[in-house]
């Protein structure tokens, strides 16, 4: 089970921190996703984190600016999202998959809910 958590409303140049909670099972050889879907647009993964090695991922439109994390005592991931912009607005999902990261979602099993986050101009 995933618990995603940390939305608001943020002016632009602002920043939030997202989490991704996972409970009931271990994660430890799973890759974790942030995903987020703007309203008419497609879900796409905006970052990723192989839980075991560490190794992540930045869709290119977050670069320099997110930075996703993990906690593993706390079995935790974090995306840390600073300088944000109107076009980050959208609702954010973690996902969790056994194996090593990929783009699609339809790969994903585990689901948080969504969390939104809105940046305003």
């Known amino acids: 089970q995933l618990q995603a958590s940390g939305g608001g409303l943020v002016q632009a140049g602002g920043s939030l921190r997202l989490s991704c909670a996972a409970s009931?099972?271990?994660?430890?050889?799973?890759?974790m996703g942030w995903f987020r879907q703007a309203p008419g647009k497609e879900r796409e993964l905006v970052s990723g984190?192989?839980?075991?090695?560490?190794?992540?991922y930045y869709v290119d439109s977050v670069k320099g600016r997110f930075t996703i994390s993990r906690d593993n005592a706390k079995k935790t991931v974090y995306l840390q999202m600073n300088s944000l912009k109107p076009e980050d607005t959208a609702v954010y999902y973690c996902?969790?998959?056994?194996?090593?990261?990929?783009?699609?979602?339809?790969?994903?099993?585990?689901w948080g809910q969504g969390t939104l986050v809105t940046v305003s101009s």
């Open positions: 009931g099972r271990t994660f430890s050889s799973y890759a």
């Open positions: 984190i192989n839980w075991s090695s560490g190794s992540t």
């Open positions: 996902a969790a998959r056994s194996g090593s990261l990929v783009f699609t979602r339809d790969a994903y099993p585990y």
